[in-house]
């Protein structure tokens, strides 16, 4: 089976700008989670979508949003970029659709600066 | 709030040394799931554990659950070169609200090594 993939791997934007990134999951996986991963504050959970519904959210401001297509595919959105949200963004799929104990399989991320 | 700790943020070692790394709540886990992040790459599960007191092993790696399953500890035997990179716990927490349960990540320990 073919893993997780993101696109773009790399992003440069400059501030007040907005983005959007794409998450295509493991086959079958229905429920996708994004993460934001940054040196001072590691991992944090932003949202999860299951079935095209959001399930579960972090705390982010709502400049950062998300959506599930019926394919299972996610993009997050981020709009009027800071500088504070240069970042790895993370993607992770998972089967059973219980994020507290599914395994997460991650793709290899999108690094995003925001100049 | 309910968090959990991760201790030492960073290990250094001579290869073949053993390293620990251990991760703490405020709150008693269901599970907990232990990542690892080589350089420049995404996280990649581990394990998962669930019983109370669990140990269990993968060749020079062993993982613990606690007796009162609020804690946990990754050790690691004789290290090797393959083994640098940046190990996670991650545990379900609720999130805001109490409604849902999110997976939060430890902030990680950073193993590095002499080449």
């Known amino acids: 089976k073919a893993g997780v993939t993101q696109t773009p791997r790399y992003l440069i934007k400059t501030r007040g700008q907005q983005v959007t990134l794409s998450c295509s999951p493991i086959?079958?996986?229905?429920?996708v989670s994004w993460y934001q991963q940054t040196p001072g504050q590691g991992l944090q959970f932003l949202f999860e979508?299951?079935?095209?519904?959001?399930?579960n959210k972090g705390n982010f401001p709502g400049r950062f949003s998300g959506r599930q297509f019926s394919n299972s595919r996610s993009e997050m959105n981020v709009s009027t970029l800071e500088l504070g949200d240069s970042a790895l963004y993370l993607c992770a799929s998972s089967s059973m659709g219980t994020v507290s104990t599914d395994t997460q399989y991650f793709g290899p991320g999108t690094r995003l600066t925001v100049l | 709030g309910q968090q959990v700790m991760q201790i030492p943020q960073y290990q250094h070692v001579q290869e073949g040394e053993d390293f620990t790394t251990y991760c703490n709540s405020s709150?008693?886990?269901?599970?907990i799931q232990w990542y690892k992040q080589r350089p420049g790459g995404h996280p990649v599960f581990l394990i998962q554990?669930?019983?109370?007191?669990e140990v269990k092993k993968q060749k020079r790696l062993t993982f613990q659950f606690g007796e009162a399953k609020k804690n946990s500890s990754l050790h690691i035997t004789a290290t090797q070169t393959t083994d640098v990179g940046t190990y996670f716990c991650a545990v379900p927490l609720e999130n805001s609200g109490g409604s849902n349960y999110k997976l939060t990540f430890g902030k990680g320990t950073l193993l590095t090594m002499n080449p």
């Open positions: 086959s079958g996986h229905r429920s």
């Open positions: 979508y299951f079935s095209e519904t959001q399930r």
């Open positions: 709150t008693t886990l269901s599970n």
């Open positions: 554990l669930v019983k109370s007191g």
